[in-house]
Every structure is written in structure tokens, then in C-alpha cells.
T-cell receptor, first 111, second 114 residues
């Protein structure tokens, strides 16, 4: 079945550092890919998405590019802020199927 | 625009008891999905409801059941609770006729089984 693998956390960075969170997936078809973010005490919020190969999703300074050849969707941000501290989930959705989430990566940004 | 609301926010039950969790979807959404999120893990799909019927189901036992009402709100019922059922239960709503409709999540119900 479909699955998502993410880099293990926690990831701890200083403010204004560059962020990369790796995500790779396994799927039988051509899924859509998503990044969700979960702040403490809250549910998941959609951060960005990409629906086909080479698409780049972006939002709030975060970016991720759908790489079909490497089955990856790595999340990047050029300069993180303390307010970016949260748990980040990579997810995929194949046609007719439900969403499949990765285990999450906790990011802590220190001032 | 009301988002997804879940109740209660926290719940403590004893092993063997039954529990009912409630969810109201985002305004305009017609599909409700339930997820279980164990501590430190990603959400695991339980089932999805649309037009008051269970449409898809994940790898969860029959102790987990649900219902959707004509106003699109939904309930998740868990019978014969086990310690391992302790988790954050998330409700998410979406639009059925939009294949790539992203999920909108509530803040969850934290269930503790003692």
C-alpha cells in the first residue's frame, strides 16, 4: 500500500537558519502530495500541496517540489522563525483513496 | 466561517467502557473522516463518511464505529475500550466531489483510557 517516510526529529535550529525536512513516498499510481503543520494543542493545517510531477507548492515562505524520479517532496524554508516551531507531516493522496500521513517531524526554532 | 469543531476536548475512560466523540464539519463540507493519532505518530485513517454511509475504512477493528447525520455532523464510537485506544482522535472534513479537496482538521479529542 501507499506509505510516507520522513526524516526523524526533533530538528533544532537557530532563528534565520535554513530548513530542510526530507520526505519520500511509495505509491502505486501518481498521488498528490501535501505538507501539513500541527502547532501545539491544535489539529493539522494544510501548509502546501503539489498535484503532479515538477509542481512546486509554496506558502508562508515554505516550498516543496514534487520529484517523481526520486519519489520525494522535501520541505524547505530559507529563514525559519521561532513561530515555525511545530510538527510537520508529509502526506499523500492517491485517486479514490484516503490520505496517508508520515510520522511527523518536530521542529524547534531557538531565538 | 466556522471550521471543524470537535467535542469534548478531553476525555478519561476506564478500560472496557464505551465512548462517543462528536464532530461538526467545516461549513459547506459534506464528507467527514476520522483519524487516530497516537503520541509521537502521524494520523492513522479510521473511516470516512459521506451521505450518511461509511465509504472507506482503515485497518481498525469493529469496536470502532461511526455515524453521519443529515446535517453532515458525525460521531465516532469506540466500544470495549483498551489501554491502547488512548490517543488524540482527529476529525477532518472535505468535499466529496473534489478529488483533491484538502482535509480540514479539528483540534481533536484527547482520549485517555485507564
Amino acid at each position: 500500500g501507499d506509505s510516507v517516510t520522513q526524516m526523524e526529529g526533533p530538528v533544532t535550529l537557530s532563528e534565520e537558519a535554513f530548513l530542510t525536512i526530507n520526505c519520500t513516498y511509495t505509491a502505486t499510481g501518481y498521488p498528490s502530495l501535501f505538507w501539513y503543520v500541527q502547532y501545539p494543542g491544535e489539529g493539522l493545517q494544510l501548509l502546501l500541496k503539489a498535484t503532479k510531477a515538477d509542481d512546486k507548492g509554496s506558502n508562508k515562505g515554505f516550498e516543496a517540489t514534487y520529484r517523481k524520479e526520486t519519489t520525494s517532496f522535501h520541505l524547505e524554508k530559507g529563514s525559519v522563525q521561532v513561530s515555525d516551531s511545530a510538527v510537520y507531516f508529509c502526506a499523500l493522496k492517491s485517486e479514490g483513496q484516503n490520505f496517508v500521513f508520515g510520522p511527523g517531524t518536530r521542529l524547534s526554532v531557538l531565538p | 466561517d466556522a471550521g471543524v469543531t470537535q467535542s469534548p476536548t478531553h476525555l478519561i475512560k476506564t478500560r472496557g467502557q464505551q465512548v462517543t466523540l462528536r464532530c461538526s464539519p467545516k461549513s459547506g463540507h459534506d464528507t467527514v473522516s476520522w483519524y487516530q493519532q497516537a503520541l509521537g505518530q502521524g494520523p492513522q485513517f479510521i473511516f470516512q463518511y459521506y451521505e450518511e454511509e461509511e465509504r472507506q475504512r482503515g485497518n481498525f477493528p469493529d469496536r470502532f464505529s461511526g455515524h453521519q447525520f443529515p446535517n453532515y455532523s458525525s460521531e465516532l464510537n469506540v466500544n470495549a475500550l483498551l489501554l491502547g485506544d488512548s490517543a488524540l482522535y482527529l476529525c477532518a472534513s472535505s468535499l466529496q466531489d473534489r478529488e483533491l479537496s484538502p482535509l480540514h482538521f479539528g483540534n481533536g479529542t484527547r482520549l485517555t483510557v485507564t
